[in-house]
């Protein structure tokens, strides 16, 4: 899964958000570093619904323009978790080899 998506559903998992709200968070949560533009993340959501991991929750009206909320699924909250578990199995296994490589001390 790439990064951008793992942090989409990470956005999704407390609660739903619109789109900017989401892109925020992605920003947030990756300290700044993955900045997605709209149209990357309506792609990605079209992608996350078409696969079940997503929902549309609710659409309002701000300013005249419509909102559109998503939320995290079941199968979304599911498949957030294994891949969770499947990062922070390769983090230990670099964070193991990395210890190796560590100078002793004499």
Same mark, same amino acid.
């Given at each position: 899964m790439r990064e951008a998506t793992f942090l989409i559903l990470t956005a999704l998992a407390? =609660? /739903? @958000?619109h789109g900017y709200?989401?892109?925020? =968070?992605?920003a947030g949560l990756s300290g700044g570093r993955v900045n997605l533009l709209p149209g990357t993340l309506y792609a990605a959501l079209d992608r996350l619904v078409a696969q079940g991991l997503v929902e549309l929750s609710h659409e309002e009206v701000v300013d005249g323009r419509l909102r559109r909320y998503y939320r995290l699924r079941a199968d979304g909250r599911a498949e957030l978790t294994r891949q969770t578990e499947r990062l922070r199995q390769l983090a230990s $296994?670099? =964070?193991? @080899?990395? +210890? $190796?490589? +560590? /100078? +002793? /001390? $004499?």
């Amino acid at each position: 899964m790439r990064e951008a998506t793992f942090l989409i559903l990470t956005a999704l998992a407390d =609660e /739903p @958000r619109h789109g900017y709200g989401i892109i925020q =968070e992605v920003a947030g949560l990756s300290g700044g570093r993955v900045n997605l533009l709209p149209g990357t993340l309506y792609a990605a959501l079209d992608r996350l619904v078409a696969q079940g991991l997503v929902e549309l929750s609710h659409e309002e009206v701000v300013d005249g323009r419509l909102r559109r909320y998503y939320r995290l699924r079941a199968d979304g909250r599911a498949e957030l978790t294994r891949q969770t578990e499947r990062l922070r199995q390769l983090a230990s $296994a670099a =964070e193991t @080899r990395l +210890r $190796a490589l +560590r /100078p +002793r /001390p $004499a």
